[in-house]
């Protein structure tokens, strides 16, 4: 026997196991699609069931406090707007009572001879 009636006596084992291959593949491709697709439902799945509980936390225990948080916020947003408002009109006299708080520490800690009094006087 010649290896041509070898290889014809091989060629429909040959084919079947490329057939049988090429169907295996086939198989093995679509159960990973489909253990993929199955995975992303799953998360899906439990990320609505994590939203869910949540939500219902949320809604029982904390919507009141943050409702009220926002509006504290609010309020001392436009607090902090008309102080600086009412500070920015009134920048001249905020100064120049400053500045006459200064000078009075300043000659509290500070000695002025009568001499240098009568002179300047």
């Known amino acids: 026997m010649t290896t041509i009636h070898l290889l014809a006596h091989l060629e429909p084992l040959l084919t079947a196991a490329a057939r049988f ?7 093995f491709s679509i159960t990973a699609i489909l253990w993929c697709l199955r995975l992303m439902s799953d998360l899906a799945e439990t990320s609505y069931k ?12 904390l919507h009141k406090w943050v409702i009220r948080a926002a509006a504290f916020y609010w309020l001392g947003c436009q607090l902090t707007w008309e102080g600086l408002r009412w500070t920015y ?5 905020i100064l120049a009572a400053a ?6 520490i300043g000659k509290a800690f500070s000695y002025q001879s009568p001499a240098m009094e009568a002179l300047t006087a």
């Open 21 to 27: 291959y090429a169907v295996a593949g086939e198989i």
């Open 50 to 61: 994590a939203g869910v509980i949540a939500g219902k936390f949320y809604k029982r225990h």
């Open 89 to 93: 009109q009134h920048r001249s006299e």
């Open 99 to 104: 500045n006459e708080c200064r000078d009075r």
